[in-house]
């Protein structure tokens, strides 16, 4: 591809997409800045790897609209744009080959159950299990060895990978992606009590409600309601290795990192960002536009959108950041008391002793 259909391609999402340099150049595909070769296309979106668009071999640098390229080699050519990170995205989609997770059509080992509704071009895997009644939308494809239970139904061009469980009643949306091994409706952790310390099981006999445009990662799981429905809105993002538990409600275009942990009957608002390894106990909310820093512990709901919370119990960043100032400096504090403690007991040794000499005088 040459360096101006790029800038052509890029200019459907950009109103502004200035080149500077030749635009006749073969672009062969992406590459990182710091070992780029010629013929390969880079960016610079972040100020500290600003050091390499002197030195990079790569032939195109996309970068921000007010970057200064006059001082740079002949051999690299430059598109500038305003979100140099976002264009470069566009740019990977692309470069990029769709992978074959399935071959088309329904493979010959696959099992397909009774009044399966399956659309038009739709994949189906070696080994995988499709229950009764189950929906599978148009363009779908369902790697190999993955189950879907009975009354399962999918969106429209929905992918899930190899190993995907998705237990009874599961609704997709359309454009879901969901990573290998991942369990979608499983129990909810739901036991009562006992007077003699055993556990009676509560019946989930609730479902999980997945909407359009949701990415799930591999190796998580998302539990399925006590009653009702666990719902991950619309553009929802996970990252790998995540728990979600029973009634929980994630609200659209949510990023959640790695490792967290959310309890059952939490409700998340819209465009918020949880960090990787929080925690979230059961049964509270955070307004739209809330951040969670890594390893946060959140234990009560949260009332003002847009905060930022860290530490455990989780609370508004900056409280958290001047607690651990002070904990920093609780060595430092102990040392000058440990010091005033001394200097008092010599004082208060020599004051006992000129008492003692005034005494023994009278």
């Keep these: 591809m040459k360096i101006h259909e790029i800038q052509a391609y890029l200019e459907q999402y950009f109103e502004n997409v200035e080149l500077v340099g030749s635009g006749d150049v073969t672009i062969d595909g992406p590459a990182k800045i710091e070992n780029a070769t010629k013929g390969t296309v880079s960016f610079v979106a972040n100020e500290k790897y600003s050091r390499f668009v002197g030195t990079t071999k790569a032939s195109l640098l996309i970068v921000g609209e007010e970057t200064n390229t006059s001082q740079y080699n002949d051999h690299l050519n430059f598109l500038k744009v305003k979100d140099p990170y976002t264009a470069f995205v566009f740019v990977l989609q692309k470069y990029t080959r769709p992978r074959l997770i399935a071959a088309p059509g329904v493979a010959s080992s696959a099992v397909i159950g009774e009044h399966v509704e399956l659309g038009e071009n739709v994949s189906i895997g070696e080994h995988t299990v499709i229950g009764d009644e189950c929906v599978i939308g148009d363009n779908t494809v369902i790697g190999s060895n993955s189950v879907l239970m ?41 036991f009562a009590p006992q007077p003699d310390g055993s556990y009676i099981k509560i019946p989930q006999m609730g479902i999980v409600e997945i909407d359009d445009d949701v990415e799930i990662g591999a190796n998580n799981t998302i539990d399925r309601a006590t009653m009702g429905s666990t719902v991950i809105e619309k553009g929802v993002k996970i990252d790998n290795l995540v728990q979600i538990g029973h009634n929980c409600t994630i ?18 608002g819209k465009h918020c960002m949880i960090g990787g390894q929080a925690g979230f106990s059961g049964h509270l909310s955070l307004p739209d536009r809330t951040r969670v820093s890594a390893r946060a512990g959140v234990t009560k709901s949260a009332a003002k959108p847009g905060q930022t919370l860290g530490g455990f119990p989780a609370q508004p960043l ?24 001394e200097e008092f007991n010599k004082s208060q040794s020599s004051k006992d002793q000129k008492s003692k000499r005034v005494t023994s005088k009278r």
């Design 150 to 190: 009975a009354h399962v139904r999918t969106g429209r061009d929905c992918t899930l990978f190899p190993h995907v469980v998705c237990y009874n009643g599961i609704i997709l949306g359309d454009r879901v992606t969901i990573h290998s091994g991942t369990v979608v409706g499983a129990d909810g952790f739901g």
């Design 318 to 341: 900056r409280d958290q950041l001047r607690q651990e100032a002070l904990l920093r400096g609780l060595d430092k504090m102990k040392r000058k008391l440990d010091a005033l403690e």
């Design 251 to 268: 609200g659209e275009n949510t990023v959640i990192v790695s490792q967290a942990g959310i309890s059952g009957s939490v409700s998340v």
